[in-house]
Nanobody, 121 residues
Framework: QVQLVESGGGLVQTGGSLRLSCAAS????????MGWYRQAPENERELVAS???????NYADSVKGRFTVSRDYAKNTVYLQMNSLKPEDTAVYYC???????????????WGKGTLVTVSS
């Protein structure tokens, strides 16, 4: 009922920038938090950045000062501006959203399929 579609991944050299986008659609009553996770091969999925419905943000220590998460509430879209990219940032980046589908529903985590970011060394 809820679909998250990411875009903006690609190949970039060390020090470059990328901007990821994720649009949520479907049966949505309210979205609480939205955010980005990433998973490198053979690694655990980790939180990169999140933003609440009120605009409060949270970042992994490894990306503070380099990444910025933002949100377009009217479009149900979350963005991740990634600057000063490093090879260690290489991963599949997954969008997530905490969604309540109806006024009587509870919040559920939904995930996008992921977009690959590759930073060459």
């Amino acid at each position: 009922q809820v679909q998250l579609v990411e875009s903006g991944g690609g190949l970039v050299q060390t020090g470059g920038s990328l901007r990821l986008s994720c649009a949520a659609s479907g049966s949505i009553f309210r979205i609480n938090a939205m955010g980005w996770y990433r998973q490198a091969p053979e690694n655990e999925r980790e939180l990169v950045a999140s933003i609440t419905s009120g605009g409060d943000t949270n970042y992994a220590d490894s990306v503070k000062g380099r990444f910025t998460v933002s949100r377009d509430y009217a479009k149900n879209t979350v963005y991740l501006q990634m600057n000063s990219l490093k090879p260690e940032d290489t991963a599949v980046y997954y969008c997530n959203a905490v969604v309540r589908r109806t006024s009587t529903d509870y919040y559920v985590n939904y995930w996008g399929k992921g977009t690959l970011v590759t930073v060459s060394s």
